[in-house]
């Protein structure tokens, strides 16, 4: 089997918890909730996801069976970790807009509020015609 993706989410708290990994192997089979862990001596670790057991003792869900494959993940992981921390972060870049889709846009918000507009003045109009009709009707009696 082969690490086909390694995602890491970095964490940006305080504490030894540095970031949460999903790792997938050929394309077919993901492993979540494995972590990146500060070890007392500054040295980071990875654990494999676990549960607690009743007895208040934490047991790995999934772990590598043999040694040659726990340091083929962790050096995949560390790689990609070590990557990730030397990236510069992206800018924020917003989307690709031409002149002409930004006028058009503009010309058919006008246009829905002029027509709008248009529409409310036309039954301003009628409900102020109806109110005069029915003045002159009381004024008449």
Known sequence: MEITDIRIKKRDTEGRLKAIVSVTYDNEFVIHDVKIIEGNTGTDFIAMPSRKTPDGEY????????????EKLEKAIFERYAEMKNAAPEPYRPAAVSVE?????????????????????????????????????????
Do not use: F, W, Y
């Open 59 to 70: 047991k790995d869900i999934a772990h590598p069976i043999h040694a040659q494959a726990r």
């Open 101 to 141: 889709e930004v006028e058009e846009t503009v010309d058919d918000d006008a246009a829905d509020k002029t027509e709008a507009t248009d529409e409310d003045m036309s039954s301003d109009n009628t409900a102020t015609e109806a109110q005069a009709e029915s003045e002159i009707e009381v004024d008449e009696a």
